[in-house]
């Protein structure tokens, strides 16, 4: 019993320290200074969606220890969402609506992502991309080709990247302002 315990806790602060560096890595300045994605809480959310769907996609592909790794990884999207939506003083009531609604959106954007990336061209996924984005208030600025790119960038990154690192938490993101983001080691 003690060391199932041992296994969630040690579960959960991996998939915390990596949804830290998705949330890091979705709030790269580039993607809103440059690259057209809207500064706002939507757009934000819309970046941080995106960078979870590629993790997801990813630790679909390691067994039954990355489908665990997977769905603490959700939990901990569950809980950021829980406590920032308390923080901004959204009612008692309506938090669990507002929460369910964005696990639905995960998912949604976890199939039409996740065959869009399938495809063998951009096309499918320049156009999610942008249809996403424009729906949050992009306008014609956006650069949706190169968000496109940097996708598949991370998803060539995180495809050769050996399963133990991918299960241990510890990946090392594209550089977009400049440096690589790593997610920090657990317990150090």
Known sequence: MLMRLRLWRDRHEKARSLYGSIVTQARS???YARWGVPDTADGRFEMILLHLVIMLHRLGRE?????N????????FAVDLDDNLREMTVGDLAVPRHVKRAVGALHERH??????????DDGPLTAALQARLEAVGAGGGLEA?????????VSCRLDVLPGAEV???????????????EAQPIGG
Not at 111 to 120: C, D, Q, R
Not at 145 to 153: D, E, N, S, V
């Open 167 to 181: 299960l241990a938490g510890q990946i090392t993101w594209p550089q977009i302002d400049g440096k690589a983001r």
């Open 63 to 67: 067994g039954q220890a990355g489908q």
């Open 29 to 31: 300045r580039r993607f």
């Open 111 to 120: 199939v039409s992502y996740g065959t869009a990336l399938a495809a063998s």
């Open 69 to 76: 790794l997977a769905r603490a990884l959700t939990e901990a």
């Open 145 to 153: 080709g190169r968000i496109c790119a940097y996708i598949r960038q």
